[in-house]
């Protein structure tokens, strides 16, 4: 039976302005369980012809018949199919794998056939050409010989009806050589058919049919009267059956791509991790500042809670705002008459009057000078001042303009220090006053210490310390935050009726309302923007890093060419090749976007330990950066993946 048969093939290759005719109209026929030797010097066109002959190259022109079905015009993927089923290599190079054992080389054909799981069929090839001892040794701790044998296993494993061998013995001393040759002629004696080019005529001797080829042409087709030991059984040859088989079950297993992905990277130790440095440096950017800006979110959030909750704080145009007073014109005086007036509005919840100045405080020989603050009962719940320690003052307090206190930390601890403060009493302004509770802390807001404060009765602070008249502002709780635009214009309204005042430009100053859900909404917006604003910033790093690993993946792909041209001569198609370099990017991006996450969460932490700044990981910008690493690889692995994918088996297997 035919196996295969030439009819009228021709190749030219292009070098330079040059060209040159390699193979010049060959017709050529083998029989199943034929060994054949092709012999011709250097350029005479033989391992063009065998190359041919295993679907690594394709002719200019000319019909190629396998088992009587004309596979010329068959895809590059579907030849790939073809080649993985029906043929198995042996190189005169060995074409080994550096990286992993014999074993795993000899594996390499049944990955690329979806036979993972018959793994223990490279093990018995390994066995029938006598190394099954060495089968864990890596290429470099084998012979020559012993190298050629695992590639003879490696030919084997997929059980080829045809065998090609590329100068088999080329690299082998005359003993190896012998070994290498008997294991040929077995295969060949139990059925299967040999296609050889050597140059030797020694070992030429062994085939039963010997052609000589000179200048792209057959110049002598010689065979010998040998009767065959076996007579092998018709192949039968579907190779409609093999790409349809193919195209269902053939694809490497996702972890052994990893698996492979793995023993690149470990290999290039050095290498991997300064491509991943560039990764860790970025992630760890995005994590810190994303850490840093959701924690000044967070931070600002207390700070507006310590103020309280849907607030309208209400202050007389006597006021000084920020440092700046306010225009001229009609001045609303607040009155207790007002507070009454707004108490009894519809959707409000609390309120309390305040006023405020500033003195020196003494205890036993400590001083310090300090702001008091005059409020109401209901201040402690609306402000979140309910104290930590000790307790709030009473209406019953308040009427009687009583003279208590409540402290906050900064005063507790310049006076008291560790000293327990409650019942003990304090002169503000040669005043006795007893300190009944101890504010909770809340730390600073801009340049003023919400600390550095007493709270004592508004009515105290109006008539006994400070000798005012009227109220200084108001707080107002309203009962809900989708409430608070009508409960401010109602409020406006009511003031400007009892104080008989006009809304026109000359008493736009007379009093202000400031709504806090307002500037609330403002400062969180910003502060966002801001957190987004500095991850984009070390966003960029992580796209420098992704150039960095772009750089490495084409450098990777070039030191790889022949590796991939032997993967595709045993049978991986382009995406199996392109699936395993980005494999190889995503596994070295992700590595270091883990590695950037607990550093830049490291970073975080020492930021909140050492500088005092809140800093609050989010698992938002956990999986931003992680998803983002992993982009990195897909996108800048996806070029030279495609490239290593895009490369001819041929030239891959020549390159130096």
Do not use: C
């Not at 695992?150 to 690299?171: Q, S, Y």
């Not at 001083?367 to 000790?390: D, E």
């Not at 420098?544 to 032997?566: H, Y």
């Amino acid at each position: 039976m035919k196996i295969v048969d030439l009819k009228n093939i021709k190749k030219t290759y292009s070098m330079g302005k040059a060209s040159v005719a390699a193979l010049q109209g060959v017709s050529l026929s083998i029989e199943q369980g034929e060994f054949v030797a092709i012999m011709g010097p250097s350029g005479s066109g033989k391992s063009t012809l065998l190359h041919l002959l295993g679907f690594l190259d394709r002719p200019d022109s000319g019909e190629y018949f396998l088992g009587g079905k004309n596979i010329t015009g068959l895809t590059d993927n579907q030849l790939a199919l073809v080649r993985n089923y029906l043929v198995g290599f042996v190189f005169q190079q060995f074409h080994l794998l550096p990286r992993i054992t014999a074993l795993e080389n000899a594996e390499l054909p049944l990955i690329y056939a979806g036979k993972s799981h018959m793994k223990d069929k490279a093990l018995e090839k390994i066995k029938d050409v006598g190394l099954a001892q060495r089968a864990l040794h890596r290429p470099n701790e084998l012979s020559g010989g012993e190298q050629q044998r695992i590639a003879i296993a490696r030919a084997l494993v997929n059980n080829p009806l045809i065998i090609l061998a590329d100068e088999p013995t080329g690299n082998l001393d005359t003993k190896s050589q012998n070994e290498i040759m008997a294991i040929i002629t077995a295969l060949n004696e139990s059925g299967k058919t040999i296609i050889m080019v050597t140059h030797e005529e020694e070992v030429a001797e062994y085939a039963k049919r010997i052609i000589r080829m000179r200048d792209g042409k057959i110049i002598s087709d010689e065979k010998k009267e040998i009767a065959p030991a076996k007579t092998p059984e018709p192949a039968n040859i579907s190779i409609e059956g093999i790409v349809s088989e193919g195209a269902k079950i053939k694809r490497a297993e996702l972890a052994d791509h990893f698996r492979q992905a793995f023993f690149a990277i470990i290999s290039h130790k050095m290498r991997a991790l300064l491509s991943m440095l560039g990764i860790l440096i970025g992630v760890a950017a995005v994590i810190a500042m994303l850490a840093l800006g959701t924690g000044a979110q967070e931070s600002i959030r207390k700070q507006l809670a310590s103020l309280g909750s849907n607030l309208l704080m209400i202050r007389s145009g006597g006021q000084h705002l920020h440092g700046v007073a306010l225009g001229a014109g009609a001045i609303a005086r607040f009155t207790f008459q007002d507070v009454d007036a707004i108490s009894k509005l519809p959707n409000v919840k609390n309120i309390s009057p305040s006023v405020s100045g500033s003195a020196q405080v003494v205890y036993a020989n400590k001083n310090w000078n300090t702001q008091i603050q005059g409020t109401g009962i209901s201040y402690a719940a609306m402000r979140a001042a309910v104290p930590a320690t000790g307790r709030f003052f009473t209406e019953e307090e308040v009427r009687m303009r009583a003279r208590v206190a409540v402290i906050g930390m900064t005063v507790l601890r310049q006076l008291f220090g560790e000293e327990n403060p409650i019942d003990a009493y304090i002169k503000i302004k040669r005043i006795n006053f007893k300190v009944i509770g101890i504010l909770p802390e809340k730390g600073a807001a801009g340049p003023r210490d919400q600390d550095d404060v007493i709270v004592i009765p508004v009515t105290t602070g109006m008539y006994r310390l400070m000798g005012k008249q009227y109220i200084d502002s108001m707080d107002v709780e309203i009962e809900d935050i989708s409430l608070m635009n009508a409960a401010q214009e109602s409020i406006k309204n009511l003031l400007l009726k009892r104080h008989r005042l006009t809304m026109n430009k000359e008493n736009e100053n007379a009093f202000e309302i400031r709504n806090m859900a307002d500037i609330k909404k403002t400062l969180e917006a910003t502060t966002k923007t801001i957190a987004m604003l500095l991850g984009s910033i070390a966003a960029i790093s992580l796209l420098v890093g992704g150039i960095g690993i772009m750089n490495i993946m084409l450098v990777s792909v070039t030191e790889r060419t022949r590796e991939i041209g032997l993967r595709k001569a045993i049978g991986a198609r382009e995406s199996d090749i392109m699936f395993q370099f980005l494999i190889e990017s995503v596994t070295m991006t992700l590595s270091g976007g883990v590695a950037g996450v607990l550093f830049g969460s490291g970073i975080a932490m020492v930021l909140a330990i050492f500088v005092g700044w809140t800093i609050r990981v989010s698992l938002f910008s956990v999986l931003l950066a992680t998803t983002f690493s992993i982009a990195i690889g897909l996108v800048f692995g996806l070029w030279p993946a495609r490239q290593a994918s895009k490369l001819n088996p041929i030239e891959a297997l020549r390159y130096e």
